[in-house]
């Protein structure tokens, strides 16, 4: 088995079992396109175990993201079928290593979408958007990693909600973001976090799914968080609501 094959296994088992693991980086230098490779063989293992890809989810997107991790670089991760949680629904916290949430902007794609576009080629592909939250439960110990790790680990992605479909014909640039946990506000922020409008996150996209043959309509892209991520906790009702569009909500349960 190759390194990039092992790596794979290694961290596609911390995430099945939810089971925290050193970061690569440790044991030795991994360069950022080794790391996308191991991120498609670990989702390769998902999808023989029956999973679908759904879409993808953009990373680090804010500052505020970029200043929690340390780093200034966008990257993208797969989003599978089963990784999308019921809004209103309950997420068991012991099938993750240590979740934290945040809050998104959601499109539906409804045509294809690849390589170099324009915002407005990108706007035109979107069938609608929508208030959603990733989960992201870095499978690295203490949540500590170096970009090629955080990768390699699908970009944190474990888990996605999303709101009620609205229209993408109305300004969503610079639209109010509202975090509550049991009713108190924990985060506040704006669409406009997200690379300074939303869209630049979809054109983004485009560019990174270019290599796995581009955005496919039905799919979903998460535009990254546009604030700093939640850790949850057992008991915690977490509600994310986005000016105009509505709100997206998930519990914590055991
Ligand atoms: O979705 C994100 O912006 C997070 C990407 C990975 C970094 C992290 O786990 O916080
Ligand atoms: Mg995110």
């Given at each position: 088995m190759s390194t990039l094959a092992h790596f794979a296994e290694v961290v596609d088992e911390a995430a099945r079992t939810a089971t925290a693991i050193p970061q690569f980086t440790e044991s030795g230098p991994l360069g950022v396109e080794d790391a996308y490779a191991v991120q498609a063989l670990s989702m390769e293992r998902r999808f023989a175990r029956g999973e679908k890809l759904a879409g993808v989810k953009m990373g680090l997107t804010s500052r505020a993201k970029m200043i929690q991790v340390g780093v200034n670089e966008v990257i993208w991760g797969r989003l599978t079928d089963a990784m999308r949680l019921e809004e209103g629904g309950a997420l068991s916290?012991?099938?993750?290593?240590h979740p934290r949430i945040e809050p998104e902007l959601a499109f539906l794609m409804k045509r294809e979408l690849c390589g170099t576009v324009s915002p407005a080629e990108a706007l035109a592909a979107v069938e609608a958007i929508a208030p959603a939250m990733e989960i992201i439960d870095s499978r690295y110990r203490d949540f500590k990693f170096a970009l090629p790790d955080v990768i390699a680990d699908n970009s944190s992605s474990s888990g996605f909600v999303v709101g009620p479909w609205g229209r993408?014909?109305?300004?969503?640039?610079n639209l109010g973001i509202v975090v509550e946990v049991n009713g108190r506000v924990v985060q506040i922020g704006s669409t406009?976090?997200?690379?300074?409008?939303?869209l630049r996150s979809l054109v983004a996209a485009a560019r990174a799914a270019a290599s796995i043959g581009g955005l496919k309509p039905g799919w979903i892209v998460l535009a990254g968080g546009a604030t700093a991520a939640h850790p949850l906790s057992v008991g915690e009702s977490v509600r994310t609501s986005v000016q105009n569009l509505g709100s997206v909500s998930i519990k914590v349960a055991e």
């Open positions: 916290k012991k099938r993750y290593v993408p014909d109305q300004d969503f640039s406009a976090a997200i690379l300074g409008h939303p």
